[in-house]
């Protein structure tokens, strides 16, 4: 996992390459990348390269929801939930543009990942169990969903799904959605991402997701 910029400090970051010397696919390969490790405010600063150079394009909504969906995680690695949310949340508006203008960037625009990319990202073939589950190191979890709400955080709506396995319990926070097609209480499901310590216990939000 990798360190990012610490909030309250001064933006030092560079990329390792000059821009426009790399193709776009690769800029958005290495983002990518950063956004696995954690390195959000580093994976918002290299994608934001590629928003430059599509101006005038039909996927250039897309990639403004992807850098806001890096930024607000970046705020939530950083404690600032409010801020996380609010920035996701406008994320999200990027969405009906992601699926209109298709990126190879692997990250939505609400700030998930597609779990046969996370997959192929991460190397977690296999679930490991929510007992043993530590906050900041990625795994991929499985389990039934037990408990569904929707509440506002930062008057942004946002989906907290609860998954119990047998041996423990993990809270899934989908924000700015209201609803996830087939996700009901019963239903076996498959999350991958990131668990964050917080008041709820370990978190992962808007992670990768699979219905089983």
């Known amino acids: 996992m990798g360190e990012t910029r610490k909030r309250g400090t001064r933006a030092t ?10 193709p776009e696919e690769e800029v958005l390969r290495r983002g ?13 600063e290299v994608w934001e390269e590629v928003w430059r150079r599509r101006k005038g394009q039909p996927d250039r909504d897309f ?3 992807l850098i806001q969906g890096a930024a607000g995680m970046w705020h939530l690695s950083q404690g600032n939930y409010k801020g ?15 699926d209109r203008g298709h990126v190879q960037a692997g990250t939505r625009a609400d700030g998930m990942i597609p779990m046969e990319i996370a ?12 007992a043993t589950a530590r906050a900041r190191v990625r795994a991929r979890f499985e389990g039934d969903v ?7 955080l930062a008057a942004v709506p946002t989906l907290e799904v609860v998954l119990d396995d047998g041996t423990g319990r993990l809270t899934a926070l989908f924000m700015g ?6 996700v009901e209480c019963g239903r076996r499901l498959a ?3 990131t668990p964050v310590a917080g008041e709820r216990g370990l978190t992962l939000y808007n992670p990768a997701y699979d219905l089983r």
């Open 119 to 130: 997959k192929s990202r991460s190397g977690h073939e296999e679930t490991v169990p929510m």
């Open 177 to 182: 959605r209201r609803g996830i097609a087939g």
């Open 32 to 44: 990518g990348a950063l956004y696995d490790d954690g390195m959000y405010w580093e994976a918002h």
């Open 13 to 22: 970051f560079h990329p390792g390459w000059e821009p426009g010397t790399l």
């Open 146 to 152: 037990r408990k569904i709400r929707i509440q506002p």
């Open 63 to 65: 990639l403004k929801g």
């Open 84 to 98: 996380a949310v609010s920035v996701l949340g406008r994320a999200g508006d990027g969405r009906a543009a992601g």
């Open 191 to 193: 999350i991958e991402g």
